[in-house]
C-alpha cells in the first residue's frame, strides 16, 4: 500500500537544521510500526497540485501551523480534495491541523479554543473501539501542540479519543474509511519538547512548564501508531 502524505506545513525556522520535514516524520511513523507500506508526499505549500484522491491507496495529511479558518489560497482545493477522498472511500488519516481540515471539510466546526495552548503529553480516554484499536488501554498518553480545536464533529464522524482540553480529539467516520486525532503520534520527545520552547512568551509560563514536566511520564505514540497503520491496511482492503 502506497501512502501519499499532504505536507500541508512546514517545521517552524529555528528548529528546521534540527528536524526533519513532516513528510518525513509520517513516513518513520508508519515504519516503525513494521508493516509494508510504499511512500510518496505532496508538498502543498511548495506549489505541487493535489492528485486526484480516487487514484490514491491511502491519503495522510499532516500537522500545519494555519487555522482553517484563515485565507490561503491552497485550502478550498485540500477541503475539495478531502470531500472527494471521502466519496471515493479511499483510506484517510488526519492528524492535528489534518484532523481539523477533515472535520471542516466534511461538516464539523473548528475554531481557536478559549483553553489556550495544549502542549507536550496529554492523556485521552479511550471511549471507542473500533477494530483496528480493540485492545486499546483506557487511555493513550500522546504529544500535543495545538490550539484551534475541533468544536463540532461532522455527523458522520464517531468520537473515539477524548480528554477534558480535547473534546473531540479522536474521530472515526461512519463510512470506516477516515480516521483522525488531534495529538501527534508521528512526534519524538526532542521534537515536542523544542515545540514546548519554542511557545514561551505565547503560552503562559505554568502551561510550559507542566508541559516540559509531562515528558516525564510514559508515550503511548508506539500503540497510536500501530492502531493508525492497521487501520490504513484494514480500510485498504476494503476499499
Known amino acids: 500500500m502506497k501512502i501519499t502524505t499532504i505536507e500541508v506545513g512546514k517545521v517552524p525556522d529555528p528548529l528546521r537544521d534540527q528536524f526533519d520535514p513532516y513528510s518525513v516524520m509520517f513516513r518513520e511513523m508508519f515504519a516503525s510500526t513494521g508493516r509494508a507500506f510504499e511512500y510518496e508526499a505532496v508538498r502543498v505549500l511548495d506549489g505541487e497540485s493535489l492528485p486526484d484522491p480516487a487514484d490514491l ?40 491541523f489534518g484532523h481539523q481540515v477533515m472535520a471542516d471539510a466534511l461538516g464539523g466546526n473548528v475554531r481557536k479554543s478559549e483553553k489556550g495552548w495544549g502542549l507536550g503529553r496529554h492523556q485521552y480516554r479511550v471511549i471507542d473501539r473500533p477494530n483496528f484499536m480493540e485492545a486499546a488501554p483506557e487511555s493513550l498518553s500522546v504529544v500535543c501542540s495545538h490550539q484551534d480545536q475541533v468544536i463540532a464533529p461532522p455527523d458522520e464522524a464517531e468520537v473515539i479519543l477524548t480528554s477534558d482540553f480535547t473534546p473531540n480529539a479522536g474521530l472515526f467516520y461512519r463510512s470506516g474509511q477516515a480516521l483522525s486525532f488531534q ?12 515545540l514546548v ?8 509560563d505554568g502551561v510550559i ?18 492502531y493508525i497503520a492497521r487501520f490504513m491496511q484494514d480500510a485498504g482492503s476494503r476499499r
Do not use: N
Not at 184 to 194: C, L, N, Q, V, W
Not at 216 to 224: G, T
Open 57 to 96: 491507496e491511502g491519503i495522510a495529511i499532516t500537522g500545519s501551523s494555519a487555522g482553517v479558518y484563515e485565507d490561503h489560497a491552497w485550502l478550498d482545493p485540500l477541503r475539495d480534495f478531502i470531500r472527494q477522498a471521502y466519496a471515493a472511500r479511499t483510506p484517510m488519516l488526519g492528524i492535528c
Open 197 to 204: 520552547e519554542l511557545r514561551r512568551g505565547k503560552a503562559t
Open 183 to 194: 495529538p501527534h503520534p508521528e512526534f519524538d520527545d526532542s521534537y515536542g519538547t523544542a
Open 209 to 226: 512548564e507542566e508541559a516540559l514536566g509531562s515528558f516525564s511520564s510514559a508515550s503511548d505514540s508506539a500503540l497510536l501508531r500501530d
